[in-house]
């Protein structure tokens, strides 16, 4: 019985906080890297980490990666044809004999109609439900990593992040918790998580003004936060996004903005008995990623 852990999508944003939390709890972990050049982040621990290169549309490198693996944390990219390659991946996992996938999905992913996003995550939900593997399912919000990621280049080269939320707040989570709680099920009893859904939330609803603040406050340098109407967000994603994203991406901040992402669960807590990042947390441990040299 194979005790390798794989973790797909290994270089997001997500997958190398999982793959450092599984590393320093001593377990073999596989990283499964879409290029091998990038999985070099992970050069800096000795042991324990193997380095697998994978594409979710080359269905051989699957094979390969999935070979001797007995959990898998499943992570998928934001695709237009995700819902697709997620259920492969399941398929071969299962002729592979893995033993549990924990999921990646997304909160509010049970809700109907709900919402695009939702409505992918679902998709693959039921479909692992229904794989006959033991599965659990995580749900988390809005990562406040996106204001690194997404937002953080106008942050370095104006001092401004730019959504149409308005006044709303959003119990963001920082993704090392996320991390945290996947690290906890995936080195757990398989029976214990089996088929339970978790929902996951920063510990408060922060404002677009509250979180200026606090970044401010951890770079030393005014943030501001601009409200912009939905169709000028819509011009500026459309510039750089695919239309499917543009919509799907809209019709999350509406929903934000309308009030419906503000609350929190105390799921982390309970799971990994350690409290969640605040976002003053997660501004100061990042504050380096708001400077404009950086
Ligand atoms: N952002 C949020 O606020 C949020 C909230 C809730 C749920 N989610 C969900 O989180 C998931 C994304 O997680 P994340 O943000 O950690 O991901 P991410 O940072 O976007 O990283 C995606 C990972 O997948 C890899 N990848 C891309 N194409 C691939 C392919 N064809 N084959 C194999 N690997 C590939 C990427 O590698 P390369 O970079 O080398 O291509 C990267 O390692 C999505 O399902 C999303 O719906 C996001």
Redesign the pocket.
């Known amino acids: 019985m194979s005790h390798t852990i794989l973790v797909?999508?290994?270089?997001?944003?997500?997958?190398?906080e999982l793959v450092l939390a599984l590393a320093n709890r001593g377990v073999t972990v596989r990283a499964?890297?879409?290029?091998i050049i990038?999985g070099d982040r992970f050069s800096h621990i000795t042991s324990g980490v193997q380095l697998v290169e994978?594409?979710?549309?080359?269905p051989e490198?699957l094979h390969v990666a999935l070979t001797g693996v007995g959990r898998v944390f499943m992570?998928?990219?934001?695709?237009e044809d995700?819902v697709a390659?997620s259920k492969q991946f399941i398929d071969i996992a299962k002729q592979a004999g893995v033993r549990q996938i924990v999921r990646?999905?997304?909160?509010g992913a049970e809700a109907e109609p709900g919402t695009q996003?939702g409505r992918?995550?679902r998709e693959v939900e039921k479909y692992l439900e229904q794989s006959g593997l033991a599965y659990c399912i995580l749900?988390?919000?809005?990562?406040m990593?996106?204001f690194v990621?997404?937002y953080g280049p106008s942050i370095r080269r104006e001092g401004k992040f730019y959504l149409p939320l308005g006044e709303a707040k959003v119990a963001?989570?920082d993704?090392r918790d996320i991390a945290a709680v996947a690290a906890t099920i995936l080195t757990a009893d398989i029976k214990q998580h089996q088929g339970k859904a978790y929902t996951l939330t920063g510990p408060a609803a922060v404002s677009g003004q509250e979180i200026a603040q606090a970044i401010s406050k951890a770079c030393g340098r005014a943030v501001e936060y601009v409200d912009v109407p939905e169709a000028a967000a819509r011009q500026a994603m459309a510039q750089q996004l695919p239309a499917w994203l543009t919509d799907a991406l809209l019709e999350?901040h509406a929903i934000s903005r309308a009030g419906y992402a503000a609350d929190t669960t105390s799921t982390m807590q309970e799971l990994t008995g350690h409290a969640p990042h605040t976002i003053e947390q997660f501004a100061h441990d990042n504050q380096h990623c708001f400077h404009p040299a950086s």
């Not at 499964?32 to 290029?35: L, R």
């Not at 994978?54 to 080359?58: A, E």
């Open positions: 797909t999508g290994a270089t997001g944003t997500v997958g190398s499964g890297v879409h290029s990038k994978m594409d979710f549309h080359k490198s992570i998928t990219p934001v695709t995700q390659i990646l999905s997304v909160i996003f992918w995550h749900r988390p919000g809005g990562f990593q996106n990621e997404q963001y989570i993704v999350l």
